[in-house]
């Protein structure tokens, strides 16, 4: 496998796992390590998988051509796992959480390298790129705490007798990651399965291959049996032979609404246990009460983090109608001067779109959303920075939407890009009413000086991670998840244990048996 980058990867120097080469020619960097792992080992499979382009979304030139998985090294990904399984699940909990605590200290000491990774391959500034890393590092020395919580219940019984209950691993897990946190999904996954005692074959999004593999060979380094944590690249065709192996016990997916529906129905036929965290048209609800300050803030953390690709972004911002001109007034400013730009600039606060099929896509909404009479206030088109290095990357303004309507394309679809759709209200039963009318039910958000109200609504809120004057704050301690068709089970939080384990129980009898025959 061979990885060209341009104007960014002078940044990578001596990234972990990577062999790195300038190529005299271009003077760009050259990797030619496989992304496959399995075994405790990277595997390269061109010569019986073909080759597949990715590209870099900052210039647009081609990344990496990566080697999709087909069934013979799906087969031994799983065949790797399940021996690492056997010898993980009996170890004690002690011991996975030292290994576990291992690997976040060897994440923090490679932070600035990981997150380099992270950028290149998925197009979002340094300065988020860092903050994902953080999220992958605290969410695995979490759930290292609970590693050693694993217990069961003793049950006393008439006659002496008692029953007990014992909380064992499920065996092989499978993760399928999303493109916009790589990294991240990669370790929300993992962690909280082989704390539980289970082994795990990760599949990231064919679109950000890279950063996955480093995972894992840090999970190595740090001392994890080989084959319990792997990477087998692909796209439908591997995600259908993982979600239909009789051997995986548990499939985790993150991604969009539609492609989570077939993953259960695959795991069904096995009556395989889902966790799936997927798409959000969440809603945002600015009260007139509220700090305007603070509220603003708020919407542009809730629309334009990760260039707007985030599932549980507050794209549907409902502003009453005593402060709407206030509000898009100070939006409109502040979104008109964010930093676009190469996503390794410490300045930069917007980077490129994960790819060019997906930028065109958002570009359309906007056109869309022109043609049902929304406004535009700012934004809504192609971007070009003046760096000619990344005069081809997927670059776009961020755009502010008004005179919207519930009807709306823009209001009732996920667009995952950086789009602000506000409407405007006027009582508070009328945007509860609004807010809930959604087949999803991810996230949502309420700006209120009010304590009684924001906790009013936010009972009376369809969606399953709520936020009450901040948004977008995703702390690896509390569950995230959805309501409705954003999802089945949470990610993080102590529940997760639950959902990557299962319940034995077991009666003891002290006495004689008492028969009726």
């Given at each position: ?11 990578l ?186 082994s ?24 994890v049996?080989?084959?319990l ?33 077939k ?37 542009l ?11 549980s ?6 502003v009453?109608k ?76 961020p ?107 077991v ?11």
């Open positions: 496998m061979r990885l060209l980058s341009s104007a960014l990867t002078p940044y120097h001596n990234c972990i796992g990577f062999t790195l080469k300038r190529a005299a020619s271009s003077g760009t960097m050259q990797i030619n390590d496989p992304l496959n792992f399995w075994g405790g080992r990277r595997v390269d499979t061109r010569d019986v998988t073909g080759l597949e382009p990715v590209y870099e979304p900052a210039t647009g030139r081609l990344l990496c051509q990566l080697q999709p998985c087909r069934a013979a090294q799906v087969e031994e990904a799983v065949s790797s796992a399940q021996s690492a399984f056997t010898q993980w699940s009996k170890m004690a909990g002690m011991d996975r959480a030292r290994i576990l605590l291992q690997s976040a200290r060897l994440i923090e000491k490679r932070k600035e390298e990981i997150a380099e990774v992270e950028v290149v391959n998925n197009g979002k500034s340094i300065t988020e790129a860092r903050m994902d890393v953080d999220s992958a590092r605290l969410c695995i020395e979490y759930f290292a705490g609970l590693a050693t919580t694993m217990a069961g219940q003793h049950v006393q019984l008439p006659g002496g007798s008692f029953a007990y209950t014992r909380r064992e691993p499920l065996g092989v897990c499978v993760g399928i990651g999303a493109w916009n946190y790589p990294f991240q999904i990669a370790a929300w996954k993992s962690a909280p399965a082989l704390a539980c005692g289970n795990m074959v990760f599949k990231p999004s064919p679109v950000t291959p890279v950063s996955a593999v480093l995972l894992a060979e840090i999970y190595k380094q740090a001392g049996p080989d084959g944590f792997n990477v087998v690249q692909g796209a439908q065709e591997t995600g259908t032979l993982l979600c239909q192996h009789p051997s995986v016990a548990k499939v985790s997916f993150t991604g969009s609404v539609a492609t989570g529906k993953i259960m129905e695959m795991a069904s036929q096995g009556v395989k246990p889902v966790t799936l965290e997927l798409g959000g048209k969440s809603p945002l609800i600015i009260f007139e009460d509220c700090d305007l300050e603070n509220a603003i803030r708020g919407a953390m809730a629309n334009f983090l990760s260039q707007g690709q985030v599932c972004n507050g794209t549907r911002v409902f009453h005593s402060i709407l001109p206030q509000f898009l007034k100070e939006v409109v400013r502040r979104t008109k001067a964010i930093r676009i730009g190469d996503p390794l600039l410490e300045d930069t606060r917007m980077g490129a779109l994960v790819s060019k099929p997906h930028l065109h896509k958002v570009l359309g909404y906007v056109e869309q959303a022109k043609k049902e009479g929304a406004r535009v206030l700012c934004g809504g088109e192609l971007f070009t920075p003046a760096d000619p290095k990344l005069k081809d990357g997927y670059y776009m303004t755009c502010v939407l008004d005179n919207c309507t519930d009807d709306m394309t823009c209001v009732r679809e996920e667009i995952f890009g950086p789009v602000m759709s506000v409407l405007t209200f006027e009582t508070e039963d009328e945007v509860l009413r609004r807010a809930n009318d959604t087949t999803m039910g991810l996230a949502a958000g309420v700006f209120t000086k009010d304590i009684q109200r924001a906790h009013r609504v936010i009972e009376n809120l369809q969606a399953g991670s709520c936020f009450i004057n901040n948004y977008n704050i995703t702390p690896v301690e509390v569950p995230f998840g959805g309501y409705k068709t954003s999802g089945i089970g949470r990610e993080n939080g102590q529940v997760t244990i639950e959902y990557y384990s299962q319940l034995k129980t009666v003891v009898e002290m006495g004689n048996v008492e028969s009726l025959f």
